[in-house]
C-alpha cells in the first residue's frame, strides 16, 4: 500500500498531464481531450449514417449499411493502422498521433453511434412521422424537427455509455505513441523498471474511477427519462421517483 502511494505522490502530475508544459500534453487529460474530441465529431456523422441507413432510398441505405458492418466487424487496433499508415498517403505529410488516434475514433464510434441512433428512432410510435407528415412535413423536415428530437433526448443514457467505451478504446493509442494515459503510465514503469504490477495497477484504478462514475451519471440519466416519460417526478434528495400527483 505504501508503495501505491508513493508512486502517485511522485507520479501523479505525469499520470495527469504527462510532460506538459515541458513536453506534448498527455496523461488522463489527453485521454478526455481524444474521447470528447472522438463522441463530438463522430456524433453528427453517425446522425447522417443513422438517417441514410433508415432512409426509403437504397442509393443511400447500402453504403451507409456497408459502412456501419463493416467497421464494427474490424478490429480496432487495425483500423488504427490503416489510418496511420493511409493518412500520410492521401494527404502527403505525416500526421501526428494524436491526430491519427481522432480520425480513428471518429470513424469508429460513428459507426457504433449511428446504431444508437438508429434505434432511438425506430423506438419511437410510428405515429409520429404519420402525424409530422399529416401537418405537411417533408420527409426529412419530420426527421429534423419531430423525431430527431425525441430520440437524441432518449438516446443520451446510451450516448454516454458510448462515451465510456471511447475513453476505454483511447488505451489502443499506445501503440503509436499518443501520450495517453497508458502512455504516461508506461513511462512511469520505465522509470522505476521494478513495480509493473503497482503502476497497472493505478492505472486500472484511474480507469475504472472514470468510466463508473459516467457510467453512474448514465444510469442517472435513464432514471430521469423515464420518470419523465411516466410521468412522475424524480426526487434528486431521495434518488427515488414520486407520482406527481402525490408530489403535488
Known sequence: MND??????????????????SGPLGG???TLILSVLGIALAFPLSVLVALARISPWRALRWPATALVYGARGIPLLLIILWVYFLVPVLIGRNVTGFTTMVTTLVLYQAAFLSEVVRAGIEALPRGQMEAARALGHSY???MWHVILPQALYNMLPAMISQFVSTIKDTTLGYVINVHELTFAAS?????????????????????FVV??????????????????????????RHASATPASVAA
Open 187 to 207: 513511462q512511469v514503469n520505465n522509470q522505476l523498471l521494478t513495480k509493473p504490477f503497482h503502476v497497472y495497477f493505478i492505472l486500472a484504478v484511474v480507469y
Open 28 to 30: 488522463l487529460v489527453a
Open 140 to 142: 426529412l423536415g419530420a
Open 4 to 21: 501505491l502511494i508513493k508512486i502517485v505522490s511522485d507520479n501523479w502530475l505525469l499520470l495527469l498531464v504527462g510532460q506538459y508544459p
Open 211 to 236: 468510466c463508473w462514475s459516467l457510467t453512474w451519471v448514465a444510469e442517472w440519466l435513464e432514471r430521469r427519462i423515464s420518470d419523465k416519460r411516466s410521468g412522475r417526478r424524480f426526487d434528486t
